[in-house]
């Protein structure tokens, strides 16, 4: 699904000649092709699901939020434009993230669900988390909010 609405996507982009979201979703595309011929390498002939796509997608987007930071001290204000354009075309095909409320109920399920009494049974609830919540939630802020719940 999420496949088909990449390719869509980009032929969309060059149809409307929108350069900026042809070359963000080539490099989508790209990054996926990569991840495809890793996962062959393991043995997954059909490449990588849906949620590893989404995380994927998150990678790329934080990726860009920690370059937006170093080109803003670099005053390079046209790079953090650009980065900033990417982030809106990538976010086109994230889910809606969480909000606040909704992450602290989505972790306080998975710490009752796996039975979390301390910080060892971390792993297992983020597991659980990136399972049922891929490409939804921030792991790294649900990692602070787990780690200080089991503490």
């Known amino acids: 699904m999420l496949r088909a609405r990449l390719s869509e996507a980009l032929k969309t982009a060059m149809r409307e000649r929108d350069q900026a979201a042809v070359s963000t979703v080539r490099?989508?595309?790209a990054a996926l092709k990569d991840r495809d011929i890793?996962?062959?390498g393991r043995?997954?002939?059909?490449?990588?699901?849906?949620?590893?796509?989404?995380?994927m997608l998150q990678a790329m987007v934080k990726q860009r939020?920690?370059?937006?930071e170093l080109y803003a001290r670099g005053n390079r204000q046209d790079l953090v434009d650009q980065e900033a354009g990417?982030?809106?075309i990538i976010e086109r095909f994230l889910p809606q993230q969480m909000d606040e409320t909704a992450a602290a109920a989505a972790i306080a399920a998975a710490i009752a669900e796996t039975g979390a009494?301390?910080?060892k049974d971390m792993g297992r609830v983020m597991a659980v988390l990136r399972e049922r919540h891929a490409g939804q939630m921030d792991f790294t802020r649900a990692s602070a909010q787990v780690k200080q719940t089991l503490s």
């Open 65 to 68: 939020r920690e370059s937006i």
């Open 27 to 29: 490099l989508i595309l």
């Open 38 to 40: 890793a996962a062959r």
């Open 86 to 88: 990417e982030i809106a």
């Open 117 to 119: 009494a301390g910080i």
């Open 43 to 55: 043995g997954n002939s059909d490449g990588i699901g849906e949620p590893e796509i989404l995380q």
